[in-house]
T-cell receptor, first 114, second 111 residues
Framework: EPEVTQTPSHQVTQMGQEVILRCVPI?????FYWYRQILGQKVEFLVS????????KSEIFDDQFSVERPDGSNFTLKIRSTKLEDSAMYFC????????????FGQGTRLTVV | GESVGLHLPTLSVQEGDNSIINCAYS??????FIWYKQESGKGPQFIID?????DKRQGQRVTVLLNKTVKHLSLQIAATQPGDSAVYFC??????????FGTGTSLTVIP
């Protein structure tokens, strides 16, 4: 069964450092997403990406965040200058062409900022 | 942001019993809902969805009920099994690609 894969599974970084979280969406999917989940809290939408550009973003997704599809398979989330409050589980998801449908989530990357 | 909340943060059921997980949403304009299951250390996994033009939708061992009058959503799991133990989230969508998730209900199945 096709799945969304994320690497690394756990990333520890020092405050102020840049991190890149990587995702390989399902190959024939067209919409890609990043969500985050702070420990014990809700899953929160960050950004959606379609046709090589951001289609929607939440107020969480400020200037320190960026997304990129550097090639035909990877989808990345970059956090430029990490803060302690960026510590969370980050989930990548993808959907096929139809927008409002179930999203397939990856296993997540646990980001710990120290 | 939108408010999607769950009535009970934890639920324990005996194996073989039916489970009912509830969810309240606040925006009457929400017209598409998904239930997700999240096992420890894994990402959310789709269970079932429902659009606002329906009151009920059934899947394999699961049923989702939507009451738009009181803005309430429920997930019923029949003959609950130990493998059903997980955190269950409802998520709502008004338009576009953003989904708003609830805080989750932790379901524990007692063998």
């Amino acid at each position: 069964e096709p799945e969304v894969t994320q690497t690394p599974s756990h990333q520890v970084t020092q405050m102020g450092q840049e991190v890149i979280l990587r995702c390989v969406p399902i190959s024939n999917h067209l919409y890609f997403y990043w969500y985050r989940q702070i420990l014990g809290q809700k899953v929160e939408f960050l950004v959606s990406f379609y046709n090589n550009e951001i289609s929607e973003k939440s107020e969480i997704f400020d200037d320190q965040f960026s997304v990129e599809r550097p090639d035909g398979s990877n989808f990345t989330l970059k956090i430029r200058s990490t803060k302690l409050e960026d510590s969370a589980m980050y989930f990548c998801a993808s959907t096929p062409g139809q927008r409002r449908t179930e999203a397939f989530f990856g296993q997540g990357t646990r980001l710990t900022v120290v | 942001g939108e408010s999607v909340g769950l009535h009970l943060p934890t639920l324990s059921v005996q194996e073989g019993d039916n489970s009912i997980i509830n969810c309240a949403y606040s925006n009457s304009a929400s017209d598409y809902f998904i239930w997700y299951k999240q096992e420890s250390g894994k990402g959310p996994q789709f269970i079932i969805d429902i659009r606002s033009n329906m009151d009920k939708r059934q899947g394999q061992r699961v049923t989702v009920l939507l009451n738009k009058t009181v803005k309430h959503l429920s997930l019923q799991i029949a003959a609950t099994q130990p493998g059903d133990s997980a955190v269950y989230f409802c998520a709502e969508n008004i338009a576009g690609n953003q989904f708003y998730f609830g805080t989750g209900t932790s379901l524990t199945v007692i063998p």
